[in-house]
Structures are given as C-alpha cells and as structure tokens.
C-alpha cells in the first residue's frame, strides 16, 4: 500500500504577513537611522544670535583702551579697532556703565529733568598738540586774573578775566589729589567743568558739574580710577 505524504499550502495571508514584517523592520530602522542624524545634525545655537563683547578694544592715537560697549554714547563708535575719538559715560559715583536710556514724551520732559549724575569722558588723539599740562602752565596764567587766591579746603580757584577767550570761566587747581579743572559759572544752566589729561597719544577729557567740586577729592579719584581702569596693555 502505497502512502503519500503532502503539505498543505500557505494561505495568501500567510504568504502576505511574511513579506510585511520585513518592511517593517526595514522602515523602522530608516526612521530611527534619520531621527538619529537629524539629532547629530540639529542647529545648538538660539535664534537670539550671539550676544555682544562687555567691552571692546579700541585704539586712540595709537594707544589701547578697554572700553565697555554699553559706556559709548554713539552707536557708530562701538567697534573695536583704531579710532580717532571715542565719547562715553559713566554713573557717578559708581562708575557704572549706565543702562538704556528712558523714552521720555513731550508730557514726561519736565519730569524727567533730574540732576546730571554721570560724568561724560571724550578719548581723542592729541597729534602733538600742546599737552593739557602745557596749556596749564603756560598758556592759563596769561588770561588768569592777577587778585590772589586762597585755597579752600586744598582747592584753589582763580577767575578768568573778562576780555579773555575763558572770561565766563573759573580755574581750579589741587595737589593733591592732582586735579586741575576749567569751570563755567552757574546761569540759566548749571556750571559745567573740563578736566583734561594725557594718556599715551590719546587726550582724556572729562567733564562734570561745577557742584561736584564740593567734593573734589571724591571727583578727582574717580577720574583717576576712570583713566587706569580703562587703559588696555600697552601696544
């Protein structure tokens, strides 16, 4: 007796199920491999952009400054690189960058008149010119008035003749701390003083209200820490 053996055929949904499964498998591990190099791929960076340098170095006449970028009051001089004249401000008596100005309107301008307290700094280059210790001591004293002055509280003042180019102006000068400063007269306005001084081939010049001088010793280190903080390496 003869005996045969058969195996049954696949149904079509065996048959079907059979080729799914490995395009599935298949597809999976695109998706991962893609998620994967999208991940290594994606940007770090926000959409912010990069945030600005505290302070910049800046070139005045050949000699290096570090300057703070929020301390420069033109927008067109906050750049590092050699310039010819820089100008800034700083709070009084921190010596703070001050923050963004405030928006005033027309019905908020009385009200925002405050008194100033920053002193205003200007960096130029000198190109030779007569150094603010010359002019002191030889180009001042021919348009001083003659009357004696006595020093108050280690501060001497002398006024500037009225036929002089100076004439509506006061000198002041000190030991110690050095200071040396050209003052107009308190008017319709308040009295404002110039300070200058040399450093390398750059002229310093500050200035500040006349008031301050009640407290010139407090003015005069500020301006001194002013002009060390911000000179860079020497070049």
Same mark, same amino acid.
């Given at each position: ?8 055929? /696949?149904?079509? %949904?065996?048959? *079907? %199920? ?6 599935? @498998? ?14 290594? #791929?994606?940007?770090?960076?926000? +959409?912010?952009?990069?945030?600005? !340098? ?16 929020? $301390? ?10 050699? /310039? ?9 008596? +921190?010596?703070?960058? !001050? ?8 019905? +908020? =301008? ?7 307290? %920053?002193?205003?700094?200007?960096? $130029?280059?000198? %190109?030779?010119? @007569?150094?603010?210790? /010359? ?44 200071? *040396?400063?050209?003052? *107009?007269?308190?008017?319709?306005? !308040?009295?404002?003083? #110039?300070?200058?001084?040399? =450093? ?12 301050? @001088? ?11 820490? @002013?002009?060390? /903080? ?6």
């Amino acid at each position: 007796m003869t005996v045969f053996s058969a195996t049954s055929p /696949q149904s079509p %949904r065996t048959r *079907t %199920r059979a080729h799914v499964v490995p395009i599935l @498998l298949g597809g999976a591990a695109a998706v991962c491999a893609v998620a994967l190099v999208a991940y290594l #791929l994606w940007p770090t960076w926000g +959409s912010s952009g990069a945030n600005a !340098p505290d302070k910049l170095p800046v070139s005045v006449g050949g000699t290096l400054f570090n300057l703070p970028m929020t $301390a420069i009051r033109m927008k067109i001089q906050r750049h590092s690189g050699p /310039q010819e004249r820089i100008d800034l401000d700083f709070l009084y008596p +921190s010596l703070e960058p !001050p923050g963004a100005p405030k928006h005033v309107t027309a019905d +908020s =301008v009385d009200a925002a008149m405050q008194p100033i307290d %920053r002193i205003f700094l200007s960096i $130029a280059a000198h %190109r030779d010119a @007569l150094s603010p210790e /010359q002019r002191t001591a030889t180009i001042y004293p021919r348009y001083l008035d003659q009357a004696a002055a006595m020093p108050a509280d280690g501060l001497t003042m002398r006024m500037f003749r009225a036929d002089t180019p100076y004439g509506s102006e006061d000198f002041y000068s000190a030991a110690s701390p050095a200071l *040396t400063a050209r003052c *107009t007269r308190d008017a319709a306005t !308040p009295g404002m003083c #110039l300070s200058e001084r040399r =450093v390398g081939g750059a002229d310093l010049t500050f200035r500040f209200p006349r008031s301050w @001088l009640s407290q010139w010793r407090d003015a005069a280190e500020a301006m001194d820490r @002013l002009a060390a /903080q911000l000179r860079g390496p020497r070049l």
